[in-house]
């Protein structure tokens, strides 16, 4: 019978900057992986010991500090077994992505990461040194490499570890969610295995960071690119797979497959996780948000509720003299559905009062967008003293299309700390509601099939001020996702006119996206990390040919 080698994969929800906390999981993990799996090795994710991305944490002199010994407590603590560690490593000025194998306070390998991603969210050459060569150790005969994530989407360090005689590679990752990340890693991981001939360990973590969240889908790879175990995805889990030594190379044990959740299901899960850890991991209490009987709000108090529980959510009515009886009918329904403590508070005293004070000042000028958004920013108020007094965090309730386009109000709707659905299109909040009523309906229907409308002015619709957005939505997805031109949109079967106009709005409205709370990364391309247009700007988008 051949050589064989038990690995546990420690998908794991690891909070940066939390060394001693990190170190604690790692140490308890590892033991669970000894005693109840009866591992060989366990391994954790990408920078496991800082959590990632660190950032400019990773400057600190105490960070230094904190990782070094945090490695060294966990050499001493972690016996019989072998653990894979990332950590930042401090050597002379430079800094490393680096790993370590440890068993029983020895050094079976070290890595430092080859390739270092610095495009879209990741900025690691700002604080990393690349690393130069590959890291090959033997357990119970099998020789293993290993990778850190940006490695496996370069051909040259899976060849490097295949080169240096590793007969299968573990391949630790920080790997962020967006839509259709999981084929995309397993279709780069394919190419890699078809090119090395040799099976890999690929593990992830789960949860939210700031604006990214980790969707995990930890896998296992064989040689034939065959995924023959699959983890859960946005669920900390410690699962085992055995590699197998056969005259055909290292072969790994089938498992279970989990299978991949449609894409709505696998946002809500997003959103929800990177609300959860974002309200727990900064100490919240719990959050308020304003309820409007809009589509947005009602998402907003439902991601919530599933993500900390309905006791820790509070949602306030604010109406004014526009605000329809349907919108309060709607917004108390909703409350009373998901069990939330429900206030009305109306806003046309201090509305009213506010636009006296300003007749001095402003005389007798037909009313506009100003009137729309002191109503915005009494409300704002309102709710941002009742987050002051109960310390939960107010919700911004505004999309990514609105964001876009600027059809939100700064000191308004826009005040917050957290924007869950900050990276969601409008036509995205539509589907993710529906399927959210599919699991247990706490979203009025009547919410979901009206005419959408800030009710800031007599009969107001959003399509007075934008398109539709089943026409906005597809040219902010080419403009802001896949950077296209004007004629490049243009192909998709939109006029010259219409793309104009909303790429316009989007350069005109940097100023207030730079000011909105951070939300949480679904797409290719959110307004945040990412997106890095200036505000002022010269640019001019073709008007004719």
């Known amino acids: 019978m051949g050589q064989s080698v038990k690995v546990a994969l420690a998908q794991l929800d690891l909070a940066v900057g939390d060394v001693a906390g990190n170190t604690a999981k790692i140490i308890d993990y590892a033991g669970r992986a000894r005693d109840q799996l009866r591992a060989d090795i366990v391994v954790f994710p990408e920078l496991s010991i800082c959590g990632y991305p660190p950032e400019d944490l990773l400057l600190h002199t105490g960070l230094r500090h904190k990782v070094e010994n945090a490695l060294a407590e966990i050499r001493a603590a972690v016996n019989g077994i072998a653990l894979v560690v990332g950590f ?3 050597v002379d000025d430079k800094i490393f992505n680096a ?15 080859l390739l270092l991603p610095n495009y879209a969210v990741f900025d690691e050459k700002r604080y990393f040194t690349p690393g130069k060569q590959a890291a090959v150790f033997k357990i119970n005969g099998i020789r293993i490499g290993l990778n850190i994530c940006e490695d496996v989407w370069g051909a040259g360090p899976m060849q490097a570890s295949r080169s240096a005689g590793a007969e299968c590679v573990i391949v630790i990752n920080g790997s962020p969610f967006e839509l259709h990340s999981q084929s995309k890693r397993e279709t780069e991981m394919r190419r890699r295995v078809a090119d090395n001939q040799i099976p890999v360990v690929y593990v992830n973590m789960v949860g939210g960071q700031d604006e990214l969240v980790f969707d995990g889908g930890s896998f296992v790879m064989d040689s034939q690119g065959e995924v023959g175990f699959r983890a859960p995805s946005f669920a900390e889990g410690l699962h085992a797979i055995t590699l197998h030594a056969t005259s055909r190379g290292v072969e790994p044990e089938r498992g279970e497959c989990a299978d991949e959740p449609e894409t709505e299901a696998k946002v809500y899960k997003g959103l929800v996780t990177g609300t959860r850890d974002y309200i727990q991991k900064n100490g919240f209490p719990g959050v308020i948000l304003g309820l409007s009987g809009g589509i947005d709000s009602a998402l907003v108090a439902t991601i919530a509720c599933d993500a900390i529980g309905a006791d820790k959510v509070r949602a306030v009515m604010m109406p004014c003299r526009y605000t329809s009886t349907m919108s309060q009918e709607d917004a108390a329904k909703q409350a009373a559905l998901l069990g939330i403590r429900y206030d009305v508070i109306p806003i046309e005293p ?7 004070q300003l007749d001095a000042v402003l005389g007798e000028r037909e009313p506009d ?4 958004n002191i109503q915005a920013r009494c409300r704002g ?3 941002m003293a009742i987050s002051n007094k109960t310390g939960r965090m107010l919700l911004t309730t505004g999309n990514k299309s609105e964001m876009a386009v600027g059809y939100a109000t700064l000191y308004g709707d826009m005040a917050g700390g957290f924007a869950p659905i900050k990276d969601c299109t409008k036509t995205m909040v539509y589907r993710l509601a529906r399927y959210r009523n599919e699991l247990g309906a706490v979203i009025p229907e009547r919410v979901i099939t009206r005419e ?12 007075d001020s934008l398109p539709d957005y089943d026409v906005l939505d597809p ?8 950077d296209l031109s004007v004629a490049e949109i243009m192909e998709r079967g939109f006029d010259r006119d219409t793309v104009t106009r909303i790429l316009e709005m989007v350069k005109r409205n940097e100023y207030k996206r730079r000011q909105a709370p951070p939300g949480i990364r679904i797409s290719g391309r959110a307004f945040g990390r990412d997106w890095r247009y200036p505000i002022t700007s010269g640019y001019k ?5």
């Open 88 to 90: 930042p490593e401090y």
């Open 99 to 113: 790993c370590v194998v440890l068993r029983d306070g020895a050094v079976l390998a070290h890595y430092k990461k």
């Open 350 to 356: 201090i509305y009213a009062a506010t636009i006296r």
């Open 381 to 383: 108020m309102l709710l």
């Open 369 to 372: 967008s100003t009137e729309e």
């Open 541 to 545: 988008f073709p008007l004719k040919d």
């Open 475 to 482: 040219i902010l997805e080419a403009f802001v996702v896949d």
């Open 452 to 463: 959408p409308s800030a009710e800031l002015r007599p009969d107001q619709k959003d399509s």
